[in-house]
């Protein structure tokens, strides 16, 4: 396993689609083991394959509080099915946009279906803070950032932020 660097914006791979995983193979186990040590080491709770420079379409995803055990998702090829009309209100952050977070609103719940690394199909529900997470790592993998859901006041503000800290790095 290895920890790989993680794309800051305004990189152009984080505003690309990823591509379906068509073959699951050894790559594809070890690129989401690499992704998952990466996550813990940010330290996150999410990460998509666009992050690592990656455009294949894999997220992984930990939404365990420290006081429980880990619970990690591996996911390919996920895809949301059904979302609530409901909504949730969670403060944000993203790895790729480090040092700022927003409010941003999304579905209060979602059903997805995926492949697990056996190439099995899952559906499953998800709510709470996984939801947001789901939402935000398939986001990625459309080449969305979170700052795409707040107003563009506050985006612009983040944008310019970022862009003159990408110029004094
Ligand atoms: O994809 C990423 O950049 C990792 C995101 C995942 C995430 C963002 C917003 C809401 C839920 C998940 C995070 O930056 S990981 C950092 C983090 C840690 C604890 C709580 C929220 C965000
Ligand atoms: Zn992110």
Avoid at 53 to 82: F, Y
Avoid at 89 to 97: A, K, M, T, V, Y
């Amino acid at each position: 396993m290895a920890i790989k660097p993680i794309q800051i914006v305004p990189d152009p791979v984080l505003r690309k689609i990823a591509e379906p995983v068509e073959i699951i193979t050894d790559e594809t186990k070890q690129m989401l083991d690499d992704m998952a040590q990466t996550m813990y080491d940010a330290p996150g709770i999410g990460l998509a394959g666009p992050q690592i420079g990656a455009l294949k379409r894999l997220i992984v995803m930990d939404c365990s509080r420290d006081d429980e055990a880990d619970e990690l998702w591996q996911m390919i090829n996920p895809e949301i099915t059904h979302f609530s009309e409901e909504t949730a209100l969670l403060e944000e952050g993203c790895l790729s946009i480090p040092g700022h977070n927003a409010e941003v609103t999304r579905p209060a719940w979602v059903e997805l279906r995926f492949l697990d690394i056996k190439g099995e199909e899952q559906q499953i529900k998800a709510e709470g803070l996984l939801a947001a997470c789901v939402q935000h790592e398939i986001d990625h993998l459309n080449g969305v950032l979170f700052i795409d859901h707040i107003s563009k006041l506050k985006r612009n503000i983040i944008w310019r932020k970022v862009l003159k800290e990408s110029r004094q790095s």
